[in-house]
């Protein structure tokens, strides 16, 4: 029975190796073709063309801040990907018995929004393919020009792709120009732009961008104080 046993479990392991390999292989693929389309430097220069491109420098200390606590506030100290937030992200998934959070790091957004953005979001090839792109990207790239790139190119719904398309539209206003408020707000958005829009329901916009404030101060950002004077704000809010 212990040899039956054995062999089964070897079997398994086998099986598992197989598929896991396949999965890498077809995620690496995925991640060739899409550089054989266009280079990383190429598709980095096409963005940064671009009229709303704006730099990270010309933008407000505490909008940098805030994207940061909100979306990945380990950025500065891990590499491409987070093993940590992976897992935490796993777990949490495994207790709720649903998807409630991802572990992707700002950078793996990166690769996400230049080459996969129309690739299938549930496809665990498109993961795979994000790595190998996102390892591409930090080998070639400084944190705060991937950070750069993350703000120009997500998505904030109405059809509004990067931080200053974004501020015109709704703020009516420039980016550099952001309020600590504004930028609270704004921050929290492109976790999902068809619900926290402020155009789609104000008051989901709000609870997110609380969301925001309080990650703020959990990473040292803000003070309590100006985070209750922020939520206190919200009441005087209209777009």
């Given amino acids: 029975m212990f040899k039956i046993i054995k062999r089964i ?67 500065y100290n891990h590499g491409p990907i987070d093993l940590f937030a992976i897992a935490r992200a796993t777990f949490s998934n495994i207790r709720y018995g649903k998807f409630l959070e991802g572990g992707s790091t700002i950078t793996q957004q990166v690769a996400k929004n230049l080459y996969f953005i129309n690739t299938d979001s549930n496809s665990i090839y498109r993961k795979i393919a994000e790595i190998f792109m996102a390892y591409d990207l930090e080998k070639n790239y400084e944190k705060d020009e991937v950070l750069e790139f993350y703000i120009n190119t997500i998505y904030f719904g109405d059809g509004y792709y990067g931080i200053e398309e974004a501020c015109n539209g709704y703020l009516n206003k420039n980016a550099k120009d952001m309020s600590l408020y504004e930028a609270t707000m704004m921050a929290g958005i492109p976790n999902a732009p068809s619900v926290y829009a402020p155009t789609v329901n104000l008051d989901l916009t709000l609870s997110r961008q609380r969301k925001v404030i309080s990650t703020m101060v959990e990473n040292e950002y803000i003070t309590q104080e100006q985070a209750n004077e922020l939520i206190s704000m919200q009441n005087q809010f209209s777009i």
């Fill in 9 to 75: 479990i070897i079997f398994v392991l086998i099986f598992g190796f197989i598929g896991f390999g396949f999965i890498i292989y077809n995620g690496y693929n995925l991640y060739k073709n899409a550089l054989n389309t266009i280079n990383l430097t190429e598709k980095i220069a096409q963005i940064q063309e671009d009229n709303s491109y704006v730099k990270l420098d010309n933008l407000p200390i505490y909008y940098k801040n805030a994207v940061i606590s909100v979306e990945d506030h380990r950025f």
